[in-house]
């Protein structure tokens, strides 16, 4: 079995190792199934995101390999997310309830939610859990296929689970794990710095 190469962040500051070490990863174990109390902590973090005045607006749709919803979710992946993404154990639909009861826009909701996957993201690393969050699919199919609320958005799919081999993978995907991670410098982003 052939891993993808160290892609731990070359990193101008200390960061902490979960952060440095975490990646996207495009090959995932076709043969594995989810660690429970992993995918329950990741979850678990998630919940604990700050959100704007604690409305929590963040909703999954949490599916594993082998029943019909990872593969409704499946079928709404763009083609390229398609060639990869179904070895993964699961597939999590994070979605942002975007108004509130009474119809009022919750501005922040898209905001907390990414901040929520970034918790889930965080703590799936620190458990062993590769993820890759993927904006490449089919809005509509989802919202439809899950009867969810108008005001229901779903935003990403998370793909969930242990990295497989570079071995059993296309060259295309092959090719890109082995890319370094590349970010803007941190003068670009930070506008002021008094
Ligand atoms: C909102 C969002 C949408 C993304 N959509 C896709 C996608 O559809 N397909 C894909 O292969 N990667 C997708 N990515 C992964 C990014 O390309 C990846 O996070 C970025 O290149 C940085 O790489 P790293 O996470 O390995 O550091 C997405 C990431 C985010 C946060």
Do not use: C
Not at 16 to 33: K, Q, Y
Not at 64 to 90: C, H, M, P, Q
Request: proline share 5%.
């Amino acid at each position: 079995m052939t891993l993808a190469p160290d892609r731990t962040a070359t990193t101008d500051a200390p960061i902490l190792d979960v952060l440095a070490e975490r990646f996207s990863t495009r090959v995932f174990d076709a043969s594995a199934t989810i660690d429970e109390s992993a995918l329950a902590s990741a979850l678990e973090a998630a919940r604990l995101a700050p959100s704007a005045n604690n409305t929590q607006p963040w909703r999954f749709i949490v599916t594993r390999r082998g029943t019909d919803e990872f593969a409704t979710i499946y079928a709404s992946l763009r083609d390229f997310n398609k060639s990869w993404a179904g070895d993964a154990s699961v597939l999590v639909v994070a979605a942002a309830t975007t108004t509130t009861e009474d119809g009022s826009p919750m501005h922040f909701a898209q905001y907390d939610t990414g901040q929520a996957v970034a918790h889930f993201t965080v703590q799936a690393a620190a458990e062993g859990l590769s993820t890759h969050q993927m904006g490449g699919f089919d809005r509509a199919a989802v919202k439809s296929a899950f009867s969810l609320p108008e005001n229901v958005a779903p935003l990403t799919v998370i793909a969930v689970g242990p990295q497989g081999s570079l071995d059993d993978v296309s060259d295309e995907v092959r090719a890109r794990e082995s890319v370094p991670r590349t970010r803007l410098p941190i003068a670009e982003s930070v506008l002021v710095n008094a």
